[in-house]
């Protein structure tokens, strides 16, 4: 049996872990996904990289502060910009908001998570199905049929998904489930979108913010993080209510184009890729607390 096992390897359950495990507990982190991050997420696509879930790092709070500090020294992260631009609604030309550092990883954001995971045990491409508690532990069920039994449990998970396991764990405390229950997410849709090596002009922005856009929330020049770049790539995130209309459409791509198309009014160029790749987070954004 061991101390704790954590359900997520995004950045909130391997940070719990390598906290426990400092402390002196035995700890397994179990990660349906074939990496860790969640969505401090990069992907290999043509030669090159994208962040597809977060999109930078600024400072927030002095947790935060160490944790880029710490990173920056091990050359990790680098500044990006201290500038991202904001496109008010009917406006053509976006304005720079107040300076503030945004630090990136050159190869990619999640080297954030990857930096995170030396001695844990993490257990990837593994599900939890069940959780079953009795007087002394919890017996988590995996989807190889393997149990793992913890002392004790720590969720890093979306609360629906949480919920997906604690409910039918009827000596949970009810108002603890309707709480849990109560948590809404927003969902996002990612547009990642390479372009021909002859495109220009470049813009002066890496990144720009949509002021309350029907259709998309943020389009940053994805390309512009790395020492090296085969080709221009800009990243397009879309705005809730566009992601929350196409929650279930199964053929994302007429849905990106849709995106690039108004993002072309910070480029033209932009609305004619070489190639794209979509990502949907179901689970983007909390939209209500507990």
């Not at 947790?63 to 920056?72: D, G, H, K, Y």
């Not at 090596?197 to 002066?204: I, L, M, N």
């Not at 279930?248 to 932009?270: F, N």
Request: with cysteine; charged share 20%; net charge negative.
């Amino acid at each position: 049996m061991i101390d704790v096992a954590i359900i997520g390897a995004g950045m909130a359950g391997l940070v719990c872990a390598q906290q426990l495990t400092q402390a002196g507990y035995s700890v397994v982190v179990v990660e349906k996904s074939r990496g860790v991050g969640g969505r401090v997420a990069t992907r290999r696509l043509h030669d090159t990289y994208a962040d597809h879930g977060t999109c930078y790092l600024k400072s927030t709070g002095e947790l935060l502060e160490r944790l880029i500090e710490l990173l920056s020294d091990r050359q990790i992260l680098k500044v990006w910009t201290d500038t991202v631009y904001n496109l008010e609604p009917n406006e053509v030309y976006p304005t720079p908001q107040l300076p503030t550092p945004r630090y990136v990883a050159p190869s990619g954001m999640n080297a954030i998570a990857k930096f995170l995971t030396p001695g844990l045990d993490i257990r990837l491409n593994q599900r939890v199905t069940a959780i079953t508690p009795d007087d002394k532990a919890w017996h988590l069920t995996l989807d190889d049929s393997v149990e793992l039994i913890a002392s004790s449990v720590v969720f890093a998970i979306p609360a629906p998904q949480a919920l997906a396991l604690l409910e039918p764990v009827t000596t949970i405390d009810p108002i603890f489930i309707e709480n849990l229950r109560s948590v809404e997410y927003n969902p996002s849709l990612t547009v990642m979108a390479g372009y021909p090596v002859t495109s220009s002009p470049f813009p002066e922005w890496q990144a720009v913010t949509f002021e309350d856009d029907p259709d998309i929330a943020w389009v940053g020049f994805d390309s512009s993080k790395r020492t090296s770049s085969t080709q221009p790539v800009f990243v397009v995130q879309s705005s809730a209510a566009l992601a929350t209309r196409h929650l279930e459409t199964e053929d994302l791509d007429i849905v990106a184009k849709q995106m690039l198309q108004r993002a072309s009014v910070l480029l033209p160029w932009l609305s004619e890729p070489e190639w794209i790749q979509v990502q949907r987070w179901r689970y983007a954004f909390p939209s209500r607390s507990w």
